[in-house]
């Protein structure tokens, strides 16, 4: 409990001290739930003294972890996990909202991100001690985290300031699905005319993997015994097909994370004749 008192007193001191201006907003979950947030404005010489305090506590404490980016007044951990990581706004979450009521927790409770093994995570809340990191495929056994104003950093799961980091909540947001794109949109295709075929919901980048697989009319692998080709292309999430052989065919495209669970699963039906 010392230990997270201490940042959080200096924390509370330096803001009381530079009277940061801030406004209070709002943002939703992926479900659409409203969360209260706090906007705040900092100088450069508040955000500079800060730094200096943050980086004299962070390397005298724990010298064990990686720092990324610099101190702010304007995010905390909640926004930084639920908010900043996820391409959204920056913004100080608290986890009741100014009424005392449900505020970080809507981003489950809604169902926006379902409870999972941690092997699946890629949001940590640490209920004990009001904090939440994420994972990354960058940081292989690692967890990310903004410590309250303090800086961003890179951390062992159960290494910091905060009380039990041992008590951990998962979570992830579930599976998408939809369909696979053609060049030739929906329509009949001949024997031995060449396709694309696309789903770009996910890239390649942040440790994605793609697997294509297309199913013959007897649920055979197409690929396997001859019916179909495919190129994939450098992005994976693209591939030119073509056939070899008459009949209704499913193509299929599975998406996995870094973790190895199946984010994406798309899919199209490609009708071949013999023009």
């Known amino acids: 409990m010392k230990r997270i008192s201490i940042i959080l007193t200096s924390i509370v001191t330096a803001l009381s001290s530079f009277a940061l201006t801030s406004t209070t907003g709002t943002i939703t979950t992926p479900k659409g739930s409203s969360i209260e947030v706090v906007y705040y404005i900092e100088s450069s010489s508040e955000k500079s003294s800060l730094n200096d305090v943050s980086n004299t506590y962070i390397t005298e404490n724990f010298p064990n972890v990686t720092i990324i ?81 303090y800086h961003l950093v890179v951390h062992d799961p159960g290494y910091g300031p905060y009380t039990n980091m041992s008590n951990r909540n998962y979570y992830r947001t579930g599976r998408k699905s939809g369909l696979i794109s053609c060049s030739n949109g929906q329509g009949t295709i001949g024997v031995g005319d060449s396709y694309t075929y696309w789903n770009r919901t996910f890239s390649a980048g942040s440790g994605n993997t793609f697997k294509w697989i297309i199913w013959d009319p007897k649920g055979n692998d197409a690929i396997e015994n001859g019916k179909a080709n495919i190129s994939i292309t450098y992005n994976k999430n693209e591939a030119t097909i073509s056939f070899n052989n008459t009949g209704i065919y499913e193509i299929y495209l599975y998406v996995y994370d870094f973790t190895g669970y199946q984010t994406g699963e798309y899919w199209c039906e490609a009708i071949v004749i013999d023009e």
């Open 69 to 149: 980016a610099e101190a702010s007044y304007t995010y905390n951990c909640h926004g930084y996990a639920w908010s900043k990581s996820e391409g959204g706004n920056t913004c100080w979450i608290n986890y009741r909202n100014s009424s005392s009521g449900e505020n970080l927790s809507k981003f489950w409770t809604d169902g926006s991100y379902n409870t999972i093994a941690e092997t699946y995570a890629l949001k940590i809340h640490y209920p004990s001690g009001d904090h939440s990191a994420i994972r990354t495929y960058q940081y292989p056994g690692k967890y990310v985290s903004k410590w309250g104003a």
